[in-house]
């Protein structure tokens, strides 16, 4: 019921005085009113003021009188502003007793958007030639956030890895290994993912630039990758997936989890791409290229604002687009399914099954990983290339937003935090490279954040044993990583600091965390069991009303976050489910009142709290301790 069971109530109202008027298809907005406008506002006397040839203010007072007469179990008055609004205001006991008894219930914030239709969300998608920095980090969260958005959203969501294991990254590391001398076996204590990419991929590239003869190595490498057979390709295979097990353990420690492993060699040798580059041909949305720079090649003509994209050269080879187009199709089910499945060899922290696709026809185990829709996390830099998908798959498809491209900006260190990490960049902040090496990785990142939460819970807790305080330590480690990269539009820069994103205070994940810890304080101090057989209307006091009211607008933002694929939209609810607390918490005594039922009923809201931040953080993939 929530929230929203006013906000529909009003809104059934308001249509059936517009029917008795003989008005009709009038798009008005019922919403959660700001302050000084009541509990509800809506906007509908703006939108009959041409209609009606009077004042909203005017047409307001006239429907404000006319909801007097509506059934009405929910609102306890309409009221017409000044301003043209019209205003309403809630029956708080009623809506007490319906928001927090709910907020009880296991399927509390559920919202029933996808109708149980299969979505696909591809994220991570980094090369196997190095480990995750804090950029990668960056598409993770964000890919990980919106699949658990969507899950609550009633989707099926397939979560896929494209692992690029064919690309001239990982060409570098093999010209490396084979032709530079570099041993297989890191040094002592150090990371495989760590030295491929520090050591082996830095300074083999260093060499590329002191002699340019080396490209001629570097190319017949990247050929022979591309012949499956090749004892070049089997060494490859072996390094990468050993790099990729480096990779995946950084992102299960930051509860991160997949259903399906995708190779980019495979899609190479799968055929897929034959299939689909005829179905181009047939439908025209591909032409050869008679004249000028691109003789002889097959393009996709651009829009006149941009040139011509080439998918097949002059000489025969595919482009990279070539391997994008087949795989898009697949994630949609728009072509036939060439791979059989396995199960990955290490288990996810969570025991979800984790699959990986394989072309070997002893592995036969039957799945199916497309979707209706697909969504795929890539950086904003690659937003011509996936306009270009995006169109296809339209067409494929008959689906304009069948396919949908979420691209997000980098992520820049700042000044400080650069130079804690060992990086000079003159007061600037520190754009990442990680072919210079110009990259911090995302295991120092949380290294240090963990070392820095230890000592803190050490000096609060000094009672507490290495155990507690290593599992408090990994959550708040875990969860400032997972904010910092989601609070911000996705179309901002961030500039990952730290020692603010450790901040108790402000908008930071401590800070959410800690307010938790607080509310599991109060209760634990009570010595009760919280229970939902209460007196409702003992919360009257505003910041009471406050608090029920935003655990009521959960559901709210998980639809609003589904609908713009937007994670910012839960970390600001989380934010501000926080702050509203902390000012209930500051002005409205919950223990020792004097006055049992009081008492209960405030445990009550604060169980609530308890239980509300918890779901909503759960989104975000942030656990909330209870103490810290």
């Known amino acids: 019921m929530t929230f929203k069971s006013i906000l529909d109530e009003i809104e059934n109202n308001l249509s059936k005085i ?26 509908v006397s703006f939108l009959l003021a041409k209609q009606l040839k009077k004042s909203p203010k005017e047409i307001s007072e006239m429907l404000s009188e006319k909801y007097l007469q509506c059934v009405s179990t929910l609102v306890s008055k309409s009221e017409s502003h000044s301003s043209g609004y019209l205003n309403f205001y809630a029956d708080w006991t009623k809506l007490n007793q319906l928001i927090l008894s709910e907020s009880n219930l296991p399927e509390f914030g559920d919202v029933d958007i996808g109708k149980n239709s299969t979505i696909v969300v591809e994220h991570t998608s980094v090369n196997p030639n190095k480990a995750l920095h804090i950029g990668h980090i960056r598409n993770i969260i964000i890919g990980d956030t919106i699949s658990r958005i969507l899950q609550k959203a009633n989707y099926k969501v397939n979560v ?19 032709h530079f001398g570099y041993e297989i076996e890191p040094p002592q204590g150090k990371k495989f993912d760590h030295y491929c990419g520090d050591d082996v991929y830095v300074k083999t590239t260093e060499k590329y630039e002191q002699d340019s003869s080396l ?22 295979d072996k ?53 000028d720079k691109n003789a002889g090649c097959w393009v996709i003509r651009g829009d006149g604002k941009e040139e011509d994209k080439v998918i097949v050269r002059s000489n025969g080879t595919a482009t990279y687009i070539a391997k994008d187009i087949p795989y898009a199709a697949w994630k949609l089910g728009l072509l036939d399914d060439p791979f059989h499945y396995q199960k990955y060899e290490k288990e996810q922290p969570n025991s979800r099954v984790l699959w990986q696709t394989t072309l070997n026809d002893g592995d036969s185990d039957s799945q199916n990983f497309s979707g209706d829709k697909v969504i795929t996390v890539i950086d904003s830099r690659q937003a011509r290339l996936q306009k270009i998908i995006t169109s296809l798959m339209g067409k494929f498809k008959s689906i304009p937003d069948a396919y949908v491209h979420l691209g997000y900006e980098s ?163 989380c934010h501000d489910l926080a702050v509203t607390f902390n ?16 008492e209960n009923s405030r445990l009550c809201l604060v169980h609530s709290f308890k239980i509300t931040i918890e779901k909503a953080l759960n989104l975000l993939g942030i656990t909330a301790p209870d103490k810290m």
């Open 239 to 291: 390094i990468t997936r050993r790099v990729l097990s480096n990779q995946l353990e950084t992102c299960w420690n930051l509860a991160v989890s997949y259903d399906c492993l995708n190779f980019e060699s495979q899609i190479i040798r799968s055929g897929l791409w034959d299939g689909i580059f005829e179905k181009l041909k047939e439908m025209n949305l591909v032409e050869f290229e008679n004249d």
């Open 18 to 43: 517009l029917d008795e008027l003989s008005i009709s298809d009038v798009k008005f907005s019922v919403e959660p009113a700001k302050p000084g406008f009541g509990d509800v506002s809506s906007n």
């Open 411 to 573: 992520v820049t260190l700042s000044s400080d935090t650069a130079k804690v990490l060992g990086l000079e960049t003159d007061g600037k902040q520190a754009q990442m490279s990680g072919r210079k090496g110009l990259y911090v990785n995302a295991d120092s990142v949380y290294d240090l954040l963990k070392e820095k939460t230890t000592e803190e819970t050490k000096k609060r807790h000094p009672e507490m044993n290495d155990s507690e305080i290593e599992k408090i330590s990994h959550s708040v480690s875990v969860a400032t990583l997972r904010y910092e990269m989601i609070k911000q539009d996705l179309d901002k820069i961030i500039a990952f600091d730290l020692t603010k994103s450790l901040s108790l205070e402000g908008d930071t994940a401590p800070y959410i965390q800690y307010t938790h810890a607080r509310a599991s304080r109060i209760l634990e101090k009570s010595g009760r069991t919280p229970s939902i057989d209460v007196d409702f209307s003992l919360l009257k006091e505003q910041p009471e009303i406050d608090l029920v009211k935003i655990i009521g607008l959960f559901n709210l933002q998980v639809r609003d976050a589904a609908n713009n694929l937007s994670p910012k939209v839960i970390s600001r609810y």
């Open 160 to 178: 896929l890895n494209y692992v690029d294991d064919s690309g001239l990254q990982v060409a570098d590391i093999i010209v490396g290994f084979k």
């Open 215 to 236: 490209e001629e190595i570097r190319k017949n490498v990247l050929k022979e990758l591309e012949d499956g057979t090749s004892e070049t390709a089997q060494f490859a």
């Open 583 to 598: 000012s209930f918490y500051e002005k409205s005594k919950v223990l020792d009142l004097g006055d049992e039922q009081l």
